[in-house]
């Protein structure tokens, strides 16, 4: 039964459809809950990301704010950085007197209640997700 159970989870891996064209990630969407009285300090917190983004040469992100529907407070798209763009936004952070690395983890979560962050392509229309697809 075991073997069974392995030889069908290798063959659901092997049959997976691979993501639309096989693209790269090119954002990060991100769902953030504030923490309970923490809105504030939050988005202090992210327009200070934005400028050390900004004086870095990467994109700063972009927030739409919750109005109704579920629980999250702000959708955050940010673009998929390479090493050396994280690495020059780190420089420009240290300079600013930001905190960096594990410690600024440890700060953001502060200021959170809940997060998911998930790698997205796009934006496409729906047509061309059909054209990638080889649909029509």
């Not at 092997?14 to 953030?32: K, M, N």
């Not at 504030?34 to 050390?52: I, S």
């Not at 059909?130 to 649909?135: D, I, N, P, S």
């Amino acid at each position: 039964m075991k073997s069974k159970l392995i030889l069908a989870a290798a063959a659901a891996c092997a049959l997976a459809v691979p993501a639309i064209g096989q693209d790269a990630p090119e954002h990060i969407a991100s769902l953030y809950r504030a923490a309970p009285g923490q809105q504030v300090a939050l988005l202090k917190w992210m327009a200070k990301q934005d400028q050390a983004a900004i004086a870095a040469g990467v994109a700063p992100a972009q927030i739409y704010v919750h109005t109704s529907g579920d629980s999250w407070d702000y959708l955050v798209i940010n673009p998929v950085t390479t090493k050396a763009q994280d690495d020059a936004v780190d420089a420009a952070a240290k300079k600013m007197g930001l905190s960096t690395g594990p410690r600024a983890s440890i700060e953001f979560r502060t200021m959170i209640a809940t997060h998911t962050d998930t790698t997205t392509i796009g934006p496409r229309t729906a047509a061309q997700i059909l054209t990638a697809l080889g649909e029509k």
